[in-house]
């Protein structure tokens, strides 16, 4: 086998094992999304039903039973809010830490990382407590407060490394110009990072999107947004997957198509600083 | 023109006192927390009626997973946080919440007709005599089989089989290859889930949690026995995989006709024979559960009712949708909507002597039997401290249920033997006792 043909060989070879691993990571979504259109009787059925006459009942009936918009519309407002709030408090953190380090700033970021260790239910009861007392359970502040300190050190940690690749020369020739810390960090650093906070960004509202353990404890009625309409399709006594896959595809949806107008940002983001 | 600035002020204050007030009265909003299940969604699609006849009132509904729906409205009713209105509670939650002044009493007052409402599911939602949750539906068990699988094997089943009858049956229409199985029971751990099923099979074999001391008897001979029979029974004859199946997933397995005998909640018996829902439909038939040596505690009792919180902020509100919400009428507008065959079972005697309904449902009389029978007062043969059937009325039973069943779901699972599995349970049963002050 000559060196051309082993190449080529190793090319297919890594592309098969691409689509394989990409297909299987795919399967439970396109899973979802075919079950969403089956009977319940289908959608349980042993061995399982691939060919079958689609029915819209289940989107019908999710529409019917909730209120699809207003879910909707705390998700994007609380992910999105959230996202924002901690971004403006992350991008300074991070700057003055990967900028002008001290003897603690390595102990610091691991401290921030470390509240990510714990357990979200261990302080499920303080949280609520906290909540109750101050008017926010039920509310999308409350949400978007919790949200925001839930991803800030992930968000942290994120720009922190973005900021840290970039070329220390450009900011002593900003600052050989006369540039102060502020100018330096709006004119030079943000500009020049970017695709790093804009895919912080994006992780963080997918993060947020998803979320469902603060979403289901902390609201009700008023502020729960998607995955806590989800929850509500599982059932005790009775067929439920048709439905719940219905009500998950049309949460998963916006997000989806979000994420893949984004995805360039995305990847180039995460991406960022791992060649070099 | 001083005068008519004073009317025209006068007037602009009545408006405006006229307007908050209709507002006022217009935003009384009550939420109600419920779990999903056919008969609340039932409730949420005829809710317009309610508020078309309280103009004054709008509900707001919050589904949830029944785990979920538990931890929540724990969560809120024990820091009183006023979230939710309404709630759905279980006969378990309903007197330990009652006895600890967590709930308003429900008011029945003028045609409710408090008594109509079976005595045993009253009795399991009172604390003292006083009725703390009113029941939407209940259920008990009991056994659905297939008439014709049970025929071509030449046997019988009856009301009050003993256990080992139904194991013969169940060893006689067991035919894996041709995809069905003896029997399908309730193997997934949890106090609700598999532990629904085992303690009643303990009762029958004259097992009880506690003693009059409150020691748990857990790996007592009686449970034991029961534990072991259980095991080999679905082990030999049941599904594979039978120690993660719960009511969903045996209702699957039934309806696709791949069980033989289901011992399960009696509400199962509507999906059964609904022709749209299940490919046995019409080869469905009923009888009352198997028992040992009692006939005690062998048919568990459930009720999910609602119940007004005491740190709601609307309270007459709240409580004129639950009398609502669990009254005669409700039931003739399900039926006058949906059918006599959908509306919600197991709370008033009123249902059942309809004709209607005895038309409609062919499972009504042995449901009614199955829940007349279940007494949570007097479900074991020994004598026992504790109010319930399927499970002990104590706050700390959730734990100690839930532990005891994962124990025997390893044991049917084969990660452990049954002795095991119940001495594993009784040291835990014993250490959260003595922890919560028993002895």
């Known amino acids: 086998m000559t060196l051309n043909q082993q190449r080529k060989l190793k090319t297919l070879i890594t592309g098969l094992l691409a689509w394989f691993v990409a297909l299987l990571l795919f399967f439970p979504i396109f899973w979802m999304f075919l079950t969403s259109f089956k009977t319940e009787l289908q959608a349980i059925s042993v061995p399982p039903t691939l060919f079958f006459e689609p029915t819209l009942d289940n989107y019908k009936i999710v529409q019917e039973r909730s209120d699809y918009l207003l879910h909707a519309m705390n998700s994007v407002v609380t992910s999105f809010g959230s996202t924002f709030i901690a971004l403006i408090i992350a991008i300074p953190a991070a700057y003055s830490m990967a900028f002008f380090p001290s003897k603690r700033t390595k102990d610091i970021l691991l401290w921030m990382l470390s509240t990510k260790m714990l357990p979200a239910v261990g302080v499920l009861v303080p949280i609520y407590i906290l909540f109750r007392n101050n008017g926010l359970l039920d509310s999308r502040t409350g949400l978007i407060i919790i949200f925001t300190l839930m991803n800030l050190p992930i968000i942290i940690w994120m720009l922190f490394s973005y900021f840290k690749d970039l070329p220390k020369e450009i900011l002593e020739a900003a600052r050989m110009d006369g540039a102060t810390p502020w100018d330096e960090m709006v004119k030079v650093v943000l500009p020049l990072s970017i695709g790093g906070i804009a895919s912080t960004g994006l992780l963080s509202i997918i993060l947020c999107w998803n979320e469902a353990f603060w979403s289901l404890n902390l609201t009700a009625s008023n502020a729960a947004p998607l995955t806590a309409m989800i929850a509500s399709y599982s059932s005790p006594e009775g067929l439920f997957w048709a439905k719940l896959s219905a009500a998950s595809t049309m949460a998963c949806a916006p997000i989806v198509v979000f994420g893949w107008f984004c995805q360039k940002q995305l990847v180039q983001g995460l991406t960022f600083g791992a060649v070099k | ?439």
């Open chain 2, 1 to 439: 023109m001083k005068s008519l600035s004073k009317n025209t002020i006068a007037c602009a204050v009545s408006l405006a006192t006229a307007i908050t007030t209709a507002n006022a009265f217009a935003d009384t909003q009550i939420t109600v927390a419920t779990v999903n299940n056919g008969h609340m969604i039932e409730m949420q699609k005829l809710t317009p009626d309610f508020e078309k006849a309280n103009p004054g009132i709008k509900v707001k509904w919050v589904t949830l997973e029944e785990s979920v729906l538990r931890q929540n409205v724990t969560q809120d009713i024990a820091n009183k946080s006023g979230l939710y209105d309404v709630m759905t509670i279980g006969m378990y939650e309903a007197p330990i919440w009652g006895q600890r002044g967590w709930l308003q009493p429900i008011d029945a007052s003028g045609s409710y007709d408090e008594k109509d409402i079976l005595p045993s599911i009253r009795s399991g939602l009172s604390y003292k005599g006083t009725l703390y949750a009113a029941p939407f539906y209940g259920e008990s068990s009991m056994v659905m089989y297939r008439k014709d699988l049970v025929k071509a094997a030449g046997m019988k089943i009856s009301d009050h089989d003993s256990w080992d009858h139904i194991r013969d049956v169940a060893k006689a229409i067991n035919d894996p290859k041709k995809g069905i199985y003896g029997i399908c029971l309730r193997g997934k751990a949890g106090w609700g889930d598999n532990m629904a099923l085992v303690t009643t099979m303990a009762n029958s074999f004259g097992g009880r949690w506690f003693d009059e001391k409150w020691k748990p008897e857990i790996n007592s001979p009686e449970w034991k026995k029961a534990v072991s029979f259980y095991v080999d029974l679905l082990g030999k004859y049941g599904p594979p995989g039978a120690s993660s199946n719960s009511f969903n997933e045996n209702l699957a397995l039934f309806n696709e006709g791949k069980c033989g005998i289901w011992i399960d909640a009696t509400i199962a018996a509507s999906f059964v024979t609904d022709p749209k829902q299940s490919k046995v439909a019409d080869k469905v038939a009923f009888a009352q559960t198997p028992y040992e040596v009692t006939k005690k505690g062998s048919n568990w009792l459930w009720a999910w009712a609602l119940a007004v919180p005491v740190a709601t902020k609307h309270e007459a509100a709240a409580q004129k949708f639950v009398r609502w919400a669990t009254s005669k009428d409700y039931i003739k507008l399900v039926a006058k909507n949906e059918g006599w065959a959908s509306v919600p079972t197991g709370t008033r005697e009123s249902t059942y002597e309809n004709p209607n309904f005895q038309k409609a449902a062919v499972f009504a009389s042995a449901e009614l039997k199955a829940i007349k029978s279940a007494d949570p007062e007097d479900s074991t043969l020994k004598p026992s401290p504790y109010v319930g059937v399927q499970f002990a009325s104590i706050p700390e039973f959730q734990a100690i249920g839930t532990t005891t069943g994962q124990m025997i779901s390893g044991a049917l699972a084969g990660a452990m033997t049954v002795d095991q599995a119940l001495n594993n349970a009784q040291k835990a049963a014993e250490r959260q006792m003595r922890q919560a002050g028993y002895y």
